[in-house]
């Protein structure tokens, strides 16, 4: 009984402080703006030590109060003129005092970017960062997975100096964009984003193995359709890319090992019939091959 009424003395206790606080912060507030103007914003966020301190374990409700109060500063006049200076001390704050607060990361990782200031490096690798933590938490979250990849296939890229980070950025985008499908929570096209995003960044068995496994999932039969139209042509691709990397590697033993013998008497005299995905070769085709072959020399 006497720790039940000590629990209710508490929460009473800490009702009081938060909304003392509240209060305090506004009348702080409107003094400012009445000497200073709105030209200056000044903003108090506490260490979340100390504040963990003084709420007496109601860690939520102190994220919702900074939850507000940063929602109040994102709408301020620093915030239209572009400034943020206290926007990740407020995340961080928010997301400290409330870890599982699923909405803070998602405002978090969009303030960091769309704002009206000029996006940098800095404030892309935060939005990832505030991403990640976030879908470390709700690793079935498929806003949070979408958002992430989108803020590594299409963010940060040009940010990175070399090619070879640009496409290691953007397959790791592509990995959170398929683990958004896989969440159930996202729309039903994005099965197709993924194949495409795969095919352009030059992975076709990646995109085709996308959609083998992602179709029986989709249920609108029109964007069914056009997926398995896709599936066709993604396999079409890829036969004819290793079929023309074959007759390639064909042309390049024949110009070494026997140059002097014409390319049909070469193909005779093989030891080996040779055969690309499953079928053979025909004279047809490797004379149509290798006039592509001689327009590209």
Not at 48 to 62: D, F, P, Q, T
Not at 207 to 235: C, F, G, H, P, S
Request: with cysteine.
């Amino acid at each position: 009984m006497k720790l039940e009424l000590a629990g209710k003395i508490c929460a009473f206790l800490a009702f009081i402080f938060l909304y003392v606080l509240t209060f305090i912060e506004g009348a702080r507030a409107r003094f400012l703006r009445s000497e200073l103007g709105e030209s200056k914003v000044y903003s108090f966020v506490p260490d979340h030590k100390i504040l963990r301190g003084m709420v007496l374990g109601y860690n939520e409700a102190a994220s919702d109060l900074y939850w507000i109060q940063g929602l109040i500063y994102a709408g301020s006049r620093e915030a239209k003129i572009g400034k943020f200076s206290y926007l990740h001390s407020y995340a961080k704050l928010i997301l400290t005092m409330d870890p599982m607060f699923r909405r803070a990361y998602r405002w978090a990782g969009v303030m960091s970017i769309y704002t009206p200031k000029r996006i940098t490096r800095r404030d892309v690798e935060k939005a990832i960062e505030y991403l990640k933590a976030g879908v470390e938490k709700f690793p079935d979250d498929g806003d949070l997975l979408s958002m992430l990849g989108f803020d590594l296939y299409y963010e940060l890229p040009p940010f990175l100096e070399t090619e070879n980070d640009k496409k290691k950025a953007k397959l790791e985008g592509i990995e959170y964009f398929k683990k958004a499908v896989l969440s159930g929570n996202q729309p039903e096209w994005m099965v197709s984003l993924v194949s495409t995003l795969y095919s352009k960044n030059g992975r076709i068995d990646l995109a085709i193995k996308n959609l083998e496994e992602n179709l029986k999932y989709v249920e609108d039969r029109d964007l069914r359709e056009r997926m398995l139209k896709k599936l066709e042509n993604l396999k079409g691709q890829r036969d004819y890319s290793a079929y023309i990397s074959e007759l390639y590697k064909l042309y390049t033993d024949w110009e070494k090992e026997f140059p002097y013998l014409s390319f049909d008497m070469y193909l005779i005299i093989r030891p080996k019939i040779v055969w690309t995905y499953g079928y053979q070769i025909e004279k047809s085709k490797i004379e149509s091959a290798m006039e592509a072959l001689d327009t590209l020399d």
